[in-house]
């Protein structure tokens, strides 16, 4: 194999392999974006990475979901100019590593709710273990081995090419 055609192969697998690694993971699993539910249990044992994203599913108009910071998070007020998503399937794709804070905007959900998430988010790794298993992990592992599955056939592809 010629170096310029090893070097398309290459390149095409660095565009790729990120996209099919990352990880959906659906805040609260089956109960959503809603109050009542301990997020903080929710997202323990979870490893977040660099490109994955965050999915709030909850009933248009219910719930909303802010990014605040540590302060926000703490005292359930968000920063002046915070703009609110607000389409009941909300993604956020985590693009930076560090500390995350998200809060509900809606009456005092978030204070009684308490209707609030924080996570660490780690930075991209080459191959991003999954979550621990848990009875509500059952999305996550499913969404993890079609990934798993597309890189196989990415990988067949390209020795094929070769």
């Not at 070097?7 to 089956?30: E, H, R, W």
């Not at 979901?65 to 609110?84: D, S």
């Not at 080459?126 to 798993?148: E, I, L």
Request: charged share 10%; with cysteine.
């Amino acid at each position: 194999m010629s170096s310029s055609q090893l070097f398309i192969v290459l390149a095409i697998l660095a565009i790729v392999s990120p996209t099919i690694s990352a990880t959906d993971y659906i805040v609260g699993d089956d109960k959503g974006w809603t109050i009542n539910v301990d997020y903080q249990a929710w997202a323990q044992g979870k490893l977040f990475y660099v490109g994955d994203n965050l999915v709030f599913n909850y009933p248009k108009g219910a719930h909303s979901v802010l990014k605040v910071n540590g302060t926000g998070f703490q005292e359930c007020a968000a920063p002046a100019g915070t703009v609110a998503l607000t389409s009941g399937q909300d993604v956020i794709n985590l693009a930076t590593p560090g500390r995350k804070w998200y809060i509900c905007g809606v009456a005092k959900h978030c204070e009684v709710g308490p209707q609030k998430l924080f996570i660490t988010v780690m930075p991209a790794a080459s191959y991003a273990p999954s979550p621990s298993p848990t009875t509500s992990a059952a999305t996550t592992s499913a969404v993890n081995g079609a990934r798993f599955g597309w890189t196989i056939i990415v990988i067949g592809i390209l020795a094929m090419l070769i």
